[in-house]
């Protein structure tokens, strides 16, 4: 029913890494000398206790404590879990409030931690005639949520997809969401072993705050222009020390105000200073790397930042050569002023094949990101990746696979995967697939990744 499909049924302190593995050192790149050695941990199975599909995983880390918290459609609703060592091992999963119920359905988790502790996890329910976020809190590092608010849209019977949600140095907790007014105007186009993507639809991406640790929520307001029928969706985000709100989201251009068709995506980056009260003219990333398709069905894009405030966005693109042969090619571009200019677009999987390649990123130290995706470019499968990209050096090393095992690609893995800088050394990852030891059910698996660079 939404876009990636109701998928019900588809679906340090732990710095003392005794049990890490050496899983590769990888050769040296041409003219860049040096490259990282990885030590990736043994794989832990965090959804092994939930029955059933678990997929769309999201991941946030507290580095302060060490402790890793992952959020996903799995235990016949919205699951969370969380490690207190770094992401080596999890604790049983368990049901977030909010999601279960005969008359709501869940989808699309996000989860992330604020300064203070207080971890926040939010994801779509469709409740009677309304889509819309619900906003669980805990005050306890993910022991118990006691706090569930729901962002209540003004209409009736509206569309609603796709959470992002950050915390600023202040405590403010910001939420964007896909919106549209009526659910009428929004038409599918669903993929054999994937979720679904837009065919048309009033499009919009739109921002709510809480001021008081999630407990009251502010009335939606527009970040891509154009609203109502803006074209714009999937809006991650993260906050800078400032507070300045950065958002990268995907913008399609509606061509028919009455039919809601549209024309493929780019990139789009926009900012707010005052609280997402107002936003800067959207600057377009990367569009020498082309267009997102509209039969795209995963959640495509996502913004990082490192230590010292650079940002790093992260796309896929599908396209066709001159040749006729498919060009879909996952990209990073970085900024280092804030986002007023990005760099050219340069390619972080090798491959240009017609499949997804689902990216995200974490910023690491100062000038250094964290790349990863999930894809199946290998005949095998699904496979969850890594590379390391510095600003001043380019890529560090060819792409990591961290995943041991490939994932059925009959499977739905999920349209996302978790990726933390828990360190700047260590990098946390989590990622759904049906592997070979859990047959055709899609399973969440996790491993931490230690990164040292010369």
Known sequence: MDRRRFRESRIIR?????????????????????????????????????????????QAADPG??????AWMGCKGIAFARSTDGGLHFDRPTDLPGAPGSNVNAWDPTVTVAPDGTVYAAFMVAKASQWYPVVAASFDHGVTFPQVASLLPPDAKNW????????GPDGTVYVTWDYGPERTSVTYLCATFGSCAFATGDLNVVIQKSTDRGATWSPMSPISPGFPA???????????????IDVLYQGYQITDPKTYTMDPAYSYFTASTDQGATWSTPVRVGPEGGTMSLAE??????????????LYATWDTQGTSADGS????????????????????????????????????????????????????????????LRVYSIGRGWLSAPLQVSSQFGDPSVWPGDT??????????????????????????????????????
């Open 160 to 167: 609603g997809d796709r959470p992002f949600i950050a915390v």
């Open 297 to 310: 069905w995963w959640i495509d894009g996502d913004i990082g930042i490192d230590a010292g405030g650079n």
């Open 14 to 58: 732990a710095l003392g890494l005794s049990s890490v593995v050496l899983a590769l050192v990888a050769g040296p790149s041409p003219a860049l000398g040096a490259t990282p050695t990885y030590l990736v941990s043994p794989i832990s199975e965090v959804s092994a206790s939930c029955a059933g599909q678990n997929a769309e995983v999201e």
């Open 417 to 454: 995967f978790g990726i933390s800088a828990l360190t700047a050394n260590h990098v946390v990852l989590s990622w759904g697939s049906a592997t070979p030891s859990s047959g055709k059910t899609s399973e969440i698996f996790a491993a931490n990744v230690t990164v040292q660079l010369h």
């Open 65 to 70: 404590l060490g402790f890793v918290y992952e």
């Open 230 to 244: 803006s074209g714009g969706d999937s809006a991650p985000l993260v906050i800078e020390s400032s507070g300045r």
């Open 326 to 385: 498919p060009n879909d090619r996952g990209w990073l571009s970085f900024s280092t002023d804030h986002g007023q200019h990005w760099s050219a677009a340069v390619q972080a999987p090798a491959d240009r094949l017609d499949v997804p390649h689902i990216m995200q990123v974490a910023g690491g130290s100062s000038g250094i990101a964290y790349v990863g995706w999930l894809s199946n470019n290998n005949p095998q499968g699904y496979a969850q990746f």
